[in-house]
């Protein structure tokens, strides 16, 4: 026989249950949506790092940055300056969603804008909203780039190693928390796109030299050459140096000796010859 004294449940634990079991389907959804997203995360990290290796150049590396910014953070505009050797500013590398007028080439680490702040600081600024962006920074009420695009910001530096290699800036349409993992994933992409930046250097760098290299080869090659004349020979050194320097025009001026006559070989441009005698008899050598 059933216990008189055991209680039997009333409608109000029932609703209790209820809500209870909904609670607890609806903690179950929201981790099983993280989970998606973290996976998801994960995938377009290793693509955009896949995407970063196979950049070959500092504007190749600026696109990656872009594009990934673009496609998985849902980021409106974004810039990326890059340091030079010599100078104290940062060089305009790549852009995206920008009107002209905010394209600026050059920017002053002093620069009181969020992407100088944290190149000069070498530490990430996060806005969360377009108040807290004016908070720090009021007269950016008045930037070129539309209200509607800088709702948000995320301003980090790229650094690898000791050295500063530059800063970007994303902004967003709408207001967005960052939470701690969102920065820590994004502090580290901007890693490895500082890493990517240092690489591609090394790689002009090296490419610019063989260019160099192979060019002085060929005029020594053309200065030994003895079935060329002179005036081949001229003209041979003067098309590679011209090269060599990356340079639209080039001319060799070289006296024949006795005569006191100047010869004047010019390379790229051969309409200049109609405008500049190929042969000047008697021109001093200090015209």
């Known amino acids: 026989m059933p216990d008189p004294e055991a209680t039997v449940p009333g409608p ?37 790092t896949a995407e970063l290796a196979a950049a070959l150049t500092a504007g190749g590396v600026a696109e990656v940055l872009l594009s990934f910014s673009e496609r998985v953070l849902g980021a409106a ?44 600081t070498r530490t990430a600024s996060w806005f969360e909203s377009y108040e807290a962006l004016l908070e720090e920074y009021p007269h950016l009420v008045d930037a070129s780039t539309p209200r509607e695009r800088i709702q948000a910001v995320a301003a980090i530096p790229l650094v690898h190693g000791a050295r500063l290699v530059g800063a970007f800036a994303l902004s967003f349409a709408h207001s967005r928390s960052f939470a701690e993992v969102d920065k820590v994933w994004l502090e580290s992409f901007a890693s490895q796109c500082a890493l990517a930046v240092e690489r591609a250097r090394l790689y002009d760098a090296e490419r610019e030299a063989r260019r160099e290299a192979e060019t002085l080869f060929h005029i020594s090659e053309s200065l030994k050459a003895e079935q060329l004349d002179l005036e081949a020979l001229v003209q041979r050194t003067t098309d590679e140096g011209t090269q060599l320097v990356g340079a639209n025009f080039g001319a060799f001026r070289y006296n ?19 405008v500049v005698p190929i042969a000047m008899e008697g021109v001093p050598l200090d015209v």
């Open 256 to 274: 024949l000796g006795p005569a006191n006559a100047e010869v004047d070989r010019s390379t790229r441009w051969p309409w200049l010859e109609d």
């Open 12 to 48: 109000h634990d029932g609703a209790e249950l209820e809500r209870a079991l909904r609670e607890s389907i609806h903690r179950l959804q929201e981790s099983e949506a993280r989970e998606r997203a973290g996976a998801r995360l994960m995938t377009e990290l290793q693509q955009g």
């Open 77 to 120: 505009a974004g810039v990326v300056y890059v340091t030079r050797d010599g100078d104290d500013m940062l060089h305009l590398l790549g852009a995206r969603n920008l009107p002209a007028t905010a394209k600026m080439t050059e920017l002053s680490l002093d620069a009181a804008l969020p992407l100088a702040t944290a190149a000069r």
